[in-house]
């Protein structure tokens, strides 16, 4: 009888983290980003959990809505899609708030998307949103996490 209380009581704490696993972040501090005349509120994910998480399971996100990744030190930082539903644009940014390179990202995907040079912040945004603001790689973000780094 212990063994079968036990088993169903793992089994139990098992199917609690698989579905605390499987939650979107919604609840991560916000910062404000310029990007020439738009702003964007972006969730700032900057521990390795909040990172390695990011958009995933968000079946939404708000157009001016966004999220950047912050890294303690510039490097080639490389991102995908596994677990992501919604399609997405990452623009890889160094320290002064300038894109460095944009990738488009498809949902549920492995394939690597990389920064072509060492950078700190990654900020994902809904595809095509870079595109329509005609924000290309050399533009400059503005906001206080790079006002920070200068």
Not at 23 to 33: D, H, K, N, S
Not at 97 to 108: H, S, T
Request: proline share 5%.
């Amino acid at each position: 009888m212990f063994l079968r209380l036990f088993s169903l009581f793992a089994l139990c704490v098992s199917f609690t983290a698989i579905s605390h696993a499987q939650e979107a972040q919604t609840q991560l501090p916000r910062v404000r980003i310029s990007a020439g005349m738009y702003q964007i509120d972006t969730q700032v994910a900057q521990t390795p959990r909040q990172r390695e998480i990011g958009l995933m399971f968000r079946k939404e996100m708000p157009e001016t809505e966004g999220m950047i990744f912050v890294f303690e030190q510039p490097a080639t930082q490389c991102f995908w899609m596994k677990n992501t539903l919604l399609p997405l644009t990452a623009a890889f940014v160094a320290d002064d708030g300038r894109i460095v390179n944009l990738a488009d990202m498809q949902p549920m995907t492995e394939d690597s998307h990389c920064s072509k040079e060492p950078v700190r912040f990654v900020l994902e945004m809904n595809q095509g949103w870079f595109a329509k603001k005609n924000i290309k790689a050399g533009s400059k973000l503005g906001g206080e996490l790079f006002a920070k780094r200068r």
